[in-house]
């Protein structure tokens, strides 16, 4: 693999937005790190530069940002479908890998939403039902290597197939310990990733348990409706059962999804929700996007898309992960008062 030509990139301008810094100190950035970017061919004023993830790293490191010494792992979990787990794990991840992350997606998810999406003839994958998937981990006919592929240098990818519906009876069968089932096995592999994202299935089940074991953050999508809400509740409950069981802390974020501001629903849920658990949400919310939907069917990189609420939002909530917000605003006021 070209660390170049194969990795997701950033545009020049969505990166010095997140540097928060002016044209000419991105530029001067540019030279003294010794950048290699892609020049933006459909940019007519030839200004627009993609710079590409291993670059975009070496910019943030040099700026001090620092990447997670052991991977982070975090579960996107809801015991109901269709709010919008699998889309927030495609795009979280794949931001994440923009941004210069080292990501393993793990596909929890015996519809392998997330495989089908990653699953392009663009990155080369040819993904079919003998593909090995996490079950062959679990029950030892596959060692974690079988089952990595790579969709670029730094963003790979456990995939799932229906097989993986058995997985919570395999665990049963061959883990004492659910809370370590999954969690012995990233533990393997946590010093090679910055992020472990893991796209669970819409349920409360063993295979799920061993998952929000294993994971540091849980993060709840909640699309603004009656079944989300009754979800949200379910779900918080089960993870603090969980945690009781296992004597975990987990941290635990809810990201509202869908929002419409136009409609009135969207707004009461929203306000109902952050009454009870405002603590626990993400100032970014993911509004409503048509072209969120045709960029997973379509298969198409959302992030080269010119103008998207869904683009934004998505990198919004990625930067928030990371911390990326916070830490450059921390150092941009302190700059300015030195
Ligand atoms: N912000 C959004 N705007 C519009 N459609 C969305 C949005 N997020 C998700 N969707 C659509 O909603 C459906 C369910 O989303 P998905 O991510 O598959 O949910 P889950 O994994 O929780 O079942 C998909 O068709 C997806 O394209
Ligand atoms: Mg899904």
Not at 178 to 200: F, G, M, N, R, V
Request: glycine letters at 4%.
């Amino acid at each position: 693999m070209d660390p170049l030509r194969d990795s997701f990139t950033i545009k020049s301008s969505d990166l010095r937005q997140t540097l928060n810094v002016a044209p000419a100190t991105l530029t001067d950035l540019f030279k003294k790190v010794g950048v290699s970017f892609i020049e933006d061919e459909k940019s007519t004023r030839g200004q627009a530069k993609n710079v590409p993830s291993n670059e975009v790293r070496k910019i943030l490191e040099s700026r001090g940002f620092q990447y997670p010494t052991k991977a982070k792992v975090i579960s996107l979990m809801m015991c109901k479908g269709g709010v919008g787990k699998t889309t927030t794990t495609v795009f979280v991840s794949q931001r994440l890998s923009s941004y210069g992350a080292k990501v393993l997606v793990v596909d929890a998810d015996s519809q392998g939403n997330t495989t089908s999406a990653f699953a392009l003839d663009q990155y080369g994958l040819n993904i079919d039902e003998e593909t090995p998937i996490l079950l062959d981990v679990i029950t030892g006919t596959c060692t974690l290597d079988d089952v990595i592929l790579k969709i670029s240098p730094n963003l790979h990818l456990i995939p799932s197939n229906p097989a993986n519906s058995i997985l919570d009876s395999k665990i049963r069968e061959n883990s004492k310990n659910t809370s370590i089932a999954i969690k012995k096995y990233l533990d393997q592999i946590s010093h090679l990733y910055d992020y472990i994202i893991i796209d669970c299935a819409p349920a409360l089940n063993l295979t799920n348990t061993a998952m929000v074991s294993a994971s540091d953050l849980v993060i709840m999508p909640v699309a603004p409706d009656k079944f989300s809400q009754m979800g949200l509740e379910q779900t918080l409950t089960e993870i603090s059962q969980i945690e009781s069981d296992f004597n975990l802390n987990i941290d635990k974020k809810i990201v509202f999804t869908k929002f419409d501001a136009r409609e009135f629903t969207s707004l009461k849920y929203l306000t109902d929700i952050a009454e009870v658990h405002k603590s626990k949400m993400f100032s970014t919310m993911v509004r409503t996007a048509s072209d969120l939907k045709n960029a997973i069917t379509k298969k198409e990189d959302l992030f080269n898309y010119k103008k998207s609420n869904a683009k934004d939002d998505y990198d919004n909530l990625t930067k928030e992960i990371m911390g990326l917000d916070k830490f450059f605003d921390k150092k941009n006021k302190k700059e300015a008062n030195a």
